[in-house]
């Protein structure tokens, strides 16, 4: 079975600064997705970025990158010039390549930015 | 819309009552997601149609629910007998076939 594991239920950044958010999971399969979602107040959860196992090239989007160490499998994001937009959940998640099925998710940290 | 919408936003329930949410995903959108997300924790999986079918609905976590989607578009999740531990939000999400889920802002269940 796959696990999500966030080690930070709660951070807080200032405006502009830079947060680093952790991620860890388990699994034995060798190709997959990682993905981290945002859930602000409104409980809409939006995709932030998704990076798949097999490219070794860390996926960025605007502000946002990960820093992918499949060995220690590790999934951290990296907030840049954070935005107080950027106040929410933050949920790791894990999907199998070849399944069609669930995504597993970590418990989810909580971030504030402040002015 | 363009979205996955979800209704009711809010529901409350009294114990024992049978409630019904309604997830419309989206256009085209062959894959269809029910997760349950308690408070203060990630969403964790229900169950997972592809078109109509149901296959897979191993997240269910009691024969009280149940979840259909008879024709591959519209799903409702219902649940039997509310207990207070079925309180939670109820997230629906959909997908075309692979990769990205689209979430729905759920639907907040409050059972008394």
């Known amino acids: 079975a796959q696990t999500v594991t966030q080690s930070q239920p709660e951070m807080s950044v200032q405006e502009a600064e830079t947060v680093t958010l952790s991620c860890t999971y388990d699994?034995?399969?060798?190709?997959?997705?990682l993905f981290w979602y945002k859930q602000p107040p409104s409980r809409q959860m939006i995709l932030v970025i998704r990076q798949e196992a097999y490219k070794q090239q860390n996926a960025t989007e605007n502000r946002f990158s990960v820093n992918f160490q499949k060995a220690a499998k590790s999934f951290s994001l990296k907030i840049s010039d954070s935005q107080l937009g950027d106040t929410a959940m933050y949920f790791c998640?894990?999907?199998?390549?070849?399944?069609?099925?669930?995504?597993?998710f970590g418990a989810g940290t909580r971030l504030t930015v402040k002015p | 819309g363009a979205g996955v919408s979800q209704s009711p936003r809010y529901k409350v329930a009294k114990r024992g009552q049978d409630v019904a949410l309604r997830c419309d995903p989206i256009?085209?959108?062959?894959?269809l997601f029910w997760y349950q997300q308690a408070l203060g924790q990630g969403p964790e999986f229900l169950t997972y149609f592809q078109n109509e079918a149901q296959l897979d609905k191993s997240g269910l976590p009691s024969d009280r629910f149940f979840a259909e989607r008879p024709e591959g578009s519209v799903s409702t999740l219902k649940i039997q007998r509310t207990q207070q531990e079925d309180s939670a939000v109820y997230l629906c999400?959909?997908?075309?076939?692979?990769?990205?889920?689209?979430f729905g802002p759920g639907t907040r269940l409050t059972v008394l």
């Open positions: 256009s085209g959108h062959v894959s």
């Open positions: 699994t034995s399969e060798s190709n997959y997705y």
């Open positions: 999400a959909s997908r075309k076939t692979q990769g990205e889920q689209f």
């Open positions: 998640a894990f999907m199998k390549l070849r399944a069609h099925n669930d995504m597993r």
